[in-house]
C-alpha cells in the first residue's frame, strides 16, 4: 500500500499498467472510434452518416457491395496500423517507468518488437499485393452471370427479349410443372450441338399432348403451345431407345442411356423400337449389345460398328426398326419390343488394349485353347471359322474360358450375324454375359449356363460364336 501524500514508485506505475493493460487498449480503441465518428454526418434524404474519405473515396448511396469490401479493407488497414502503433507507445511506456527491472525491460521490449513486426508486416502485405498486381486489392463491380446453357420459358415474346430474369424461367433440366407461370414462349441458350430439342407438354407431370421443339439457334424466340411441364433432348454420347419405329415422339421422348443397364425397369422393359447411339468423337465409338431378358440373358442383338466403319465423320449411328435383321456386320436384330437389358460400350480407336481371351475345350480351363486378342477393344466372330487341333472346328466345342484383361464376353448359340428375322431361326438363339469368374479370370464350366445343353445331340444349344467387348 503506497503511504498517502507519497509519489508512486516506477514499479508501482509498472505493476498498474501491466494490470490494467485491457482497459487500457479498449480506451485507446474507444478514442479512436469517437475520433472517426466526429467527422460523421447526417445526410438529408439519403445514407444516416456521412463516412469519412479514406484514399480519396467515401460510400455513397449508389456504391455498390464491391466498393463497400474495397472501402472496409482501406479502413481496416488503417485502424491495424494504429493499434500497432499504440503497442509500440504502451510498450514505450512500460520500458520507462521499468525502473532497471530486467524483467520489465523484457516484457517493454517484447511488446515494442510486436508492434514494429505487426506494423511491418502490414506494409509488406499491402506492398507485395500492389507490386504482384495492383488489380488485387481493386475490388471491381461484379458482372452479372448470364446462363450459358438451356432455354428460357416466357409468358411473352417482349420477356425473353429482355434482359429482366424476373420476366422469364431458365431451365436447364426436366420440370414436371410451372407453377403460376404460363409458358407461351421459348428462347434456346444453347447451341444445336449441345441440346437438340425440348418436349413440351400441355398438363403437369408430362401428361397430354405432347410437342418436339427443335432447336433452331440461340437467337431466336419462338411461340410454343401453353406448356405445365418440359423434358429436354440433349445431343450426349450414349444410347437413345424409342418407344415406336423411324424415331416417332407420338407417345413420350426416347430413353437416354450413358452406361449399362443390367434391366430396363417396368417404364421401358420390351418396349423399345427404334435405337439411336451417339458417339463421342470420330476417334471414340460406342457400340451396344441387346439382351431380350434382364441380367444379359435371353436372345439378344447388336450395333457394332466400332471395328468396321471407324474412325468416321458421322458420330451417330441409328437403327429406325428393331425388327429388320439386315445381315450386315454391325446390325444384328433383336426384335421390336423385346430389349429387357443391354450392354453399351466404348472403343477409343487410337490406342491399343492389351490382355486377351482363351477359349477351352475342357472345364477348369484345361486341355486344348484358342487365344483371340482383342487389340482395338472389340472383337466378335464364328468358332466355325477357328479349326480345332483334333479335327473340325471350335463350334460347340467351348466348355471355359479365361479373361486376361478388362473384357466382357458374350457366347451365343448361333453364328454372326444371324442372316434372318426374329420370327424364324433366331428364335432358338441363346446369349450369355453374364458369369461367376475365379481369382484366376477362369470361367471353368459352362454347363448349366444359357448357351450350354447336356444334350449331345443337341448342337444347337452350345456356343457357336463370341464377342468381346471392354467392361465398363
Known amino acids: 500500500m503506497q503511504p498517502y501524500g507519497e509519489s508512486p514508485s516506477a514499479s508501482a506505475i509498472f505493476n498498474m499498467l501491466k494490470n490494467h493493460q485491457k482497459i487500457i487498449f479498449i480506451f485507446f480503441f474507444a ?9 460523421f454526418s447526417v445526410v438529408e434524404g439519403g445514407l444516416e452518416i456521412g463516412y469519412p474519405e479514406i484514399g480519396g473515396e467515401a460510400p455513397t448511396e449508389e456504391t455498390k457491395l464491391p466498393e463497400y469490401i474495397r472501402y472496409i479493407f482501406n479502413f481496416s488497414v488503417i485502424i491495424a496500423g494504429i493499434l500497432a502503433f499504440a503497442v509500440m507507445v504502451l510498450g514505450g511506456i512500460v520500458y520507462l517507468v521499468s525502473a532497471g527491472d530486467p524483467t520489465k525491460i523484457s516484457d517493454a521490449k517484447s511488446r515494442m518488437f510486436g508492434g514494429i513486426v505487426g506494423l511491418v508486416l502490414l506494409l509488406m502485405t499491402y506492398l507485395i499485393l500492389t507490386t504482384i498486381n495492383p488489380e488485387l486489392v481493386i475490388l471491381k463491380e461484379m458482372e452479372e452471370l448470364k446462363p450459358v446453357n ?30 403460376d407461370f404460363d409458358v407461351r414462349w421459348i428462347k434456346f441458350i444453347s447451341d444445336t450441338d449441345e441440346l437438340i430439342s425440348v418436349f413440351v407438354y400441355n398438363d403437369e407431370e408430362f401428361e397430354g399432348n405432347i410437342e418436339e421443339i427443335s432447336n433452331t ?94 474412325p468416321a465423320t458421322d458420330l451417330t449411328t441409328s437403327v429406325d426398326d428393331m425388327s429388320v435383321g439386315d445381315g450386315s456386320t454391325y ?66 466345342r467351348v466348355l471355359s474360358f479365361r479373361i486376361n484383361g478388362e473384357y466382357k464376353i458374350i457366347l451365343r448359340t448361333m453364328e454372326l450375324p444371324p442372316t434372318s428375322s426374329p420370327s424364324n431361326a433366331q428364335d432358338e438363339l441363346k446369349c450369355q454375359a453374364h458369369w461367376e469368374i475365379d481369382e484366376t479370370g477362369c470361367v471353368t464350366t459352362l454347363k448349366g449356363t444359357t448357351v450350354y445343353d447336356p444334350d449331345p445331340n443337341n448342337d444347337k444349344e452350345r456356343p457357336s460364336s463370341f464377342q468381346i467387348i471392354p467392361n465398363e
Open 217 to 310: 439457334g440461340t437467337e431466336t424466340v419462338e411461340s410454343i403451345p401453353l406448356t405445365k411441364s418440359i423434358d429436354f433432348l440433349w445431343n450426349r454420347p450414349g444410347i437413345y431407345l424409342y418407344e415406336e419405329t423411324d424415331f416417332d415422339l407420338n407417345l413420350r421422348p426416347p430413353l437416354y442411356l450413358s452406361g449399362s443397364t443390367v434391366n430396363l425397369g417396368n417404364d421401358w422393359n420390351k418396349k423399345a423400337q427404334s435405337v439411336i447411339i451417339r458417339h463421342p468423337s470420330e476417334q471414340i465409338c460406342k457400340g451396344a449389345v441387346f439382351f431380350t431378358d434382364p441380367g444379359y440373358e435371353g436372345r439378344c442383338g447388336d450395333i457394332s460398328v466400332c471395328w468396321d466403319l471407324w
Open 331 to 396: 446390325f444384328s436384330s433383336v426384335g421390336n419390343n423385346e430389349i429387357s437389358s443391354l450392354h453399351l460400350y466404348t472403343v477409343d480407336t487410337t490406342k491399343e488394349y492389351p490382355g486377351n481371351v482363351t477359349f477351352y475345350d475342357e472345364i477348369d480351363c484345361k486341355e486344348n485353347e484358342l487365344v483371340k486378342e482383342p487389340a482395338l477393344g472389340a472383337l466378335m466372330g464364328d468358332f466355325s471359322n477357328d479349326p480345332h487341333p483334333e479335327g473340325g472346328t471350335w463350334d460347340n
Open 31 to 39: 478514442a479512436l472510434l469517437i475520433l472517426l465518428c466526429s467527422s
Open 150 to 179: 438451356g432455354v428460357y420459358l416466357c409468358e411473352t415474346e417482349d420477356d425473353c427479349s429482355i434482359d429482366d430474369p424476373n420476366k422469364k424461367k431458365h431451365c436447364t433440366a426436366k420440370t414436371p410443372a410451372f407453377k
